[in-house]
């Protein structure tokens, strides 16, 4: 039972334009959400966080909204670069236990 | 910088061999993570640990098992590979100080079993 979805399997987007990536999850009890980027053959890094007690955090070019009440948020890339042709996952966390839920990621492609 | 080091980036096993993979985190984290990852599936928690000696199920631990002996090593052991564990695994640790405190990965494992 898949707790955190990612619907986009891919997104294909224009340097200098913004990359929005999306995420749903079913799990009312996540209170910290974060996202993740992957290049091929190495580990996920690290790129942003939300606590549920806020609706949207900024930093540099990515800013996450978490929208509560629709169980979702996004990532908004501006503007969206070549080095940022990834995969990204989107993960959470319950509120309770150390326990990582993740999607099953987005591969983003900025074109030159 | 937290690193966390996996032993090993690429393996090839046989069907049938025990294979062990080894991850080191430098932060003293409390918590420990193996995830395999699988195109079109995400990344699937195997076991997790919160303290030395203790371990806990994640999703998918058939065919594996997880040794955590010491506070910044975490073991996954496959007690018989066989190819359905080819994939690419992930190490990854985090704090119980922070509350909201990020997973860091290293850098991952790609197993292939033939």
């Known amino acids: 039972d898949q707790q955190v979805k990612q619907n986009s399997p891919s997104l294909s987007v224009q340097e200098g334009r913004i990359s929005i990536l999306n995420c749903d999850y079913t799990?009312?009890?996540?209170?910290?959400f974060l996202w993740y980027k992957k290049y091929p053959a190495e580990g996920p890094t690290f790129l942003i966080s939300?606590?549920?007690?806020?609706d949207k955090n900024e930093d540099g070019r990515f800013t996450v909204f978490l929208n509560k009440s629709a169980k979702h948020l996004s990532l908004h890339i501006v503007p969206s670069q070549p080095g940022d042709s990834a995969v990204y996952f989107c993960?959470?966390?319950?509120?309770?236990?150390?326990?990582?839920?993740f999607g099953t990621g987005t591969s983003l492609t900025v074109i030159p | 910088d937290v690193k966390v080091t996996q032993s090993s980036r690429y393996l090839v096993k046989r069907t049938g061999e025990k294979v062990f993979l080894e991850c080191v985190q430098d932060?003293?984290?409390?918590?420990m993570f193996w995830y395999r990852q699988d195109p079109g599936l995400g990344l699937r928690l195997i076991y997790f640990?919160?303290?030395?000696?203790?371990?806990e199920k994640g999703d998918i631990p058939e065919g594996y098992s997880v040794s955590r002996e010491k506070k910044e090593r975490f073991s996954l052991i496959l007690e018989s590979a066989s190819t359905n564990q080819t994939s690419m695994y992930l190490c990854?640790?985090?704090?119980?100080?922070?509350?909201?405190?990020?997973?860091?990965f290293g850098n991952g494992t790609r197993l292939t079993v033939t």
């Open positions: 993960a959470a966390r319950r509120n309770t236990g150390n326990q990582f839920y």
């Open positions: 939300i606590s549920s007690i806020k």
């Open positions: 640990s919160y303290d030395v000696k203790m371990k």
């Open positions: 932060m003293d984290h409390e918590n």
């Open positions: 799990n009312s009890m996540f209170d910290y």
């Open positions: 990854a640790s985090t704090g119980s100080g922070s509350y909201n405190s990020p997973l860091h």
